[in-house]
């Protein structure tokens, strides 16, 4: 079955770059079915939906962090990557990567999540 | 921009039943899914499209939506039913934001 894996640094230093990896087995980030997201969970919060990547290249990115975000993709590798800049200890979290199914019009869902990576901005 | 509602936090005694509600103008267009998370644990997904349950999912688990209201029900409520649930859907049709809920924790006593 499709399993995904996070991976990337553990700490990270303020106003660096956080750079981390989800790695898809077991089927392929080139399918016209799915979005890419990544979501983070800061300690003892709620979720948090960070952007998506679309197999043509295609992203979105919530606007609260949109100015410092960049999401990727690299079919060869079947992965997709995160990279959020200038990060300060409020970007401290858990963050998860996720397959998003295209159900239809009105209908998308999270139906596989990565187990998710804990990243520490500190220095 | 639209934002999802939760109660904090709902109680339950084992065995009787329970409701979630997820509250948002988004509900109005679009479905609301569901997810368990466990502590330590990824969320699961357990109710899509606003009432349908992926494979592997107990029955005791269901799903309904009235305008601007989702509803998750968990009937016979057992200890493994404890746990953080969240709603998600797109923010509308001008904005793909994708939304959760704050998040309501379960308690099974």
């Known amino acids: 079955q499709v399993q995904l894996q996070e991976s990337g640094p553990g700490l990270v230093e303020p106003s660096q770059t956080l750079s981390l990896t989800c790695t898809v087995s077991?089927?392929?980030?080139?399918?016209?079915?799915?979005?890419w997201s990544w979501i983070r969970q800061p300690p003892g919060e709620g979720l948090e939906w960070i952007g998506y990547?679309?197999?043509?290249?295609?992203?979105y990115y919530s606007p609260s962090l949109k100015s410092r975000v960049t999401i990727s993709l690299d079919t060869p590798k079947n992965q997709f990557s995160l990279n959020l800049n200038s990060v300060t200890a409020a970007d401290t979290a858990v963050y998860f990567c996720?397959?998003?199914?295209?159900?239809?019009?009105?209908?998308?869902?999270?139906?596989?999540w990565g187990q998710g990576t804990m990243v520490t901005v500190s220095s | 921009s639209s934002e999802l509602t939760q109660d904090p936090a709902v109680s339950v005694a084992l065995g009787q039943t329970v409701r979630i509600t997820c509250q948002g103008d988004?509900?109005?267009?679009?479905?609301a899914n569901w997810y368990h998370q466990k502590p330590g644990q990824a969320p699961v997904l357990v109710i899509y499209?606003?009432?349908k349950r992926p494979s592997g999912i107990s029955d005791r688990i269901s799903g309904s939506s009235s305008g601007n209201t989702a509803s998750l029900t968990i009937t016979g409520a057992q200890a493994e039913d404890e746990g953080d649930y969240y709603c998600?859907?797109?923010?509308?049709?001008?904005?793909?934001?994708?939304?959760f809920g704050g998040g309501t924790r379960l308690t099974v006593l």
């Open positions: 988004s509900l109005r267009n679009y479905y």
């Open positions: 077991g089927g392929s980030v080139n399918s016209a079915s799915y979005y």
């Open positions: 990547i679309y197999n043509t290249g295609s992203t």
């Open positions: 996720a397959r998003e199914t295209i159900l239809g019009p009105l209908e998308d869902a999270f139906d596989i």
């Open positions: 499209g606003k009432k």
């Open positions: 998600n859907c797109r923010d509308s049709s001008n904005n793909p934001r994708r939304v």
